[in-house]
């Protein structure tokens, strides 16, 4: 398969009042092209970071502190983690092969600007589309992302529209380039089940359709299962276990991949029953354990063995990695 | 929007009349008036008191008449543009706020600019270089901006002054030229006294402003749609200015209301410290000396300023702001 981003050891470190902390720690996965990654982890598990990372947006008091993050643009392959901030480069990350849609449609529209004026600012950015012909194609986007009545809503403002209708609208601007990556972080997070189901079969045509990649970073295991062809669980800025998504849904192999589905709770389940959860608290990044992670909260965890050693990634199967000792 | 406007426009004419009505009673409450007061100073310092002059005053002002009567006589003049007499002065208090007002409103107005042109900027660079060195010494000489009031930072830089050169730092014009017509002599030796209320002003104005601004534009810097933006790939000082900037801008606009009655009357304690022929020093006299006329037309300029000021506001908000324009 055709390689486009490789991501190899990758260590993101963040100056906090508390001190420096370590986001995402030595992660590697590749994105092939037309292929769907997901990311999947608790909150604070590093799941943005590593895709802040690639766009090279992280927050002023992130960087880079080593690894490669290789990205296979159209202009050549180069390596995204030692561009300087002025490389011309960038530009091609920043919404002309890569685009991204966020968790909050909200406030990720500018409210004084119409939705069009926003979409308008894509395709002047990114196209060499004429200005008299800029606001058509913007209607056009908004008519693929199957907004009703699109010619009335691009003159529209944000808080005019729903929720929903909103995602719709940023995935419009992200198509504006024809975008090689997709990057969804947590995209329907905050819409209601019926809306989410609509924008991820959304999402899944225009994959298709513009023969994109998608990186689909959620904390919900029921989106990332129906939305993607690998996956990659993460942990405390670690990946644990990553594997097509067919197999793992199948062979979770890492204990945290399991309990997390166990604790999934199920229509079929008897009345009454209780729900599954994962004792203890995601520890806080400033006291990673030694060890294994994991073994604080992991009910195999061995004396000795888990809290000493650190696990390293081994290919259980064919293309499914795991990070265990007990494997 | 044009009706809009044109409704609050027709709404500011009972808002007006009801204004004066209080303005009017408000300024009557302490009891007596000023010509008892006058009447009882003179006596008080054995100067015989002109009966007729008095009587003359009363009946030409329709003092000896009942409060409503004085009020619509007040009022009916008013409407005609004139705002009366001034009995301390012994002037019409038209000829005395308009010596006043370009002084004052010319002040007021260079003094706004000179505060955005400073805080703004430095706001801008502040929140967008967050904790740097920079911002670091901004906000500590902004804390004494604050924390330090007018008068006494008027006071301490009259001192400073006195002891460097030896001259009297206050008022706006040497005595030469205090009376004389305007010149270009004259307006040079304005700018050699003009340059210590600016100063004054500016630092603390600048402080207050400085520090609102910054903390305006750093709440929308971490808002998700500064993301969106970058992530789009929008020019990184274009990207400021579009979005955050102008998002933090609002407020600003939202006090334009304010601003208005303060062109009239602003900085009245720095102008009484510093002898400033501006209106704010007029109106505290005049209200100490009950003279009526005078401080009541003051007081209802001050509360028309403001209710043009609120309508300028919001029709700046509207322009920037769809959310606001489209609920009129």
């Known amino acids: 398969m055709e390689k486009l981003v490789e991501i190899r050891d990758l260590v993101v470190r963040f100056r906090t009042d508390e001190g420096i902390v ?18 999947v982890g608790e909150s604070g598990c590093g799941k943005s970071v590593s895709s802040n990372a690639l766009m090279r947006i992280l927050p002023e008091n992130g960087w880079i502190e ?30 002309k092969e890569i685009a991204m849609i966020f968790q909050e449609p909200m406030t990720s529209f500018c409210p004084v600007y119409t939705i069009g004026n926003q979409i308008m ?132 192999l890492h204990p945290y991949t399991s309990d997390l589905f166990r604790s999934i709770p199920q229509v079929t389940d008897a009345r009454g029953k209780k729900l599954e959860y994962i004792h203890g608290n995601v520890p806080d ?36 990695t795991v990070s265990c000792h007990l494997l | 929007m044009f009706k809009y406007i044109v409704k ?38 054995g100067m015989a008191v002109n009966e007729e002059y008095v009587e003359a005053l009363k009946v030409r002002y329709g003092l000896d008449k009942p409060m409503y009567v004085q009020y619509f006589k007040w009022f009916g003049q008013l409407l005609q543009g004139n705002m009366g007499y001034s009995f301390v002065h012994n002037r019409s208090v038209n000829a005395l706020i308009g010596a006043r007002l370009a002084t004052t409103v010319t002040l007021s107005i260079v003094s706004l600019f000179c505060i955005w042109i400073v805080a703004f900027p430095m706001g801008f660079y502040s929140a967008t270089h967050k904790y740097s060195l920079a911002d670091n010494t901004f906000t500590a000489v902004s804390f004494f901006g604050v924390s330090v009031p007018e008068f006494l930072l008027a006071i301490g830089i009259m001192y400073v002054y006195f002891q460097a050169t030896g001259k009297y730092a206050g008022g706006l014009f040497s005595d030469d030229f205090a009376n004389a017509p305007w010149s270009l002599a004259k307006f ?35 808002k998700p749609y500064v993301k969106t933006a970058r992530a789009k790939g929008v020019p990184h000082l274009k990207l400021l200015i579009k979005y955050p900037v102008r998002i933090a801008l609002i407020p600003f606009i939202s006090t334009v209301g304010w601003l208005f009655p303060q062109l009239i009357s602003g900085q ?44 300028v506001s919001d029709i700046l908000l509207a322009l920037t702001d769809p959310r606001i324009r489209n609920s009129m």
């Open chain 2, 268 to 311: 009245t304690i720095l102008s009484m410290v510093l002898n400033l022929p501006t209106i704010g020093p007029l109106l505290i006299t005049s209200l100490k000396n009950q003279d009526m006329f005078l401080a009541g037309s003051i007081v209802f300029i001050m509360g028309l300023m403001a209710m043009i000021g609120n309508l």
């Open chain 1, 285 to 320: 990044a400033y006291s990673i354990p030694a060890g294994c992670p994991y073994h604080p909260r992991c009910s195999r965890a061995q004396k000795g063995l888990c809290d000493r050693v650190m696990p390293q990634p081994r290919e259980a199967a064919p293309g499914h």
């Open chain 2, 188 to 222: 040079g030796d304005m700018l050699n006294h003009v340059w210590i209320p600016l100063l004054v002003i500016v630092i603390t104005g600048t402080a207050g402003l400085f520090k609102t601004f910054r903390a305006n534009l750093l709440d929308e810097l971490s």
């Open chain 1, 22 to 39: 370590s986001a995402v720690n030595g992660i590697s996965y590749d994105i092939n092209v037309g292929e769907t990654l997901g990311i």
């Open chain 2, 8 to 45: 609050r426009l027709l709404i500011m004419i009972p808002l007006l009349l009801l204004l004066s009505v209080m303005v009017f009673v408000i300024i009557q409450l302490p009891p007596g008036d000023f010509l008892t007061t006058y009447i009882s100073k003179l006596q008080s310092t």
């Open chain 1, 121 to 252: 600012e894509a395709i002047r950015l990114h196209t060499d589309i004429p200005k008299s012909e800029q606001k058509g194609y913007a209607v056009e986007l908004l008519r693929k992302v199957r907004i009703a009545k699109p010619e009335q809503r691009v003159d529209e403002y944000p808080y005019q529209l729903s929720g929903g209708m909103r995602q719709r609208a940023m995935i419009a601007m992200a198509l504006a380039s024809h975008p090689r990556l997709l990057i969804a972080d947590e995209p329907t997070t905050s819409l209601d089940v019926t809306v989410q189901a609509q924008i991820l079969n959304l999402m899944k045509d225009l994959q298709q359709e513009y023969g994109m990649s998608i990186m689909m970073i959620n904390h919900n295991f029921g989106v990332i299962a129906e939305t993607t062809d690998k996956v990659a669980v993460m942990y405390l800025g670690r990946i644990v276990e990553m594997a097509d998504t067919a197999e793992l849904l199948q062979n979770p």
């Open chain 1, 66 to 95: 080593s690894g490669s993050i290789l990205y296979h643009s159209q202009k050549g392959t180069f390596d995204v983690a030692r561009l300087s901030p002025r490389d011309k480069r960038l530009e091609l990350l920043h919404g």
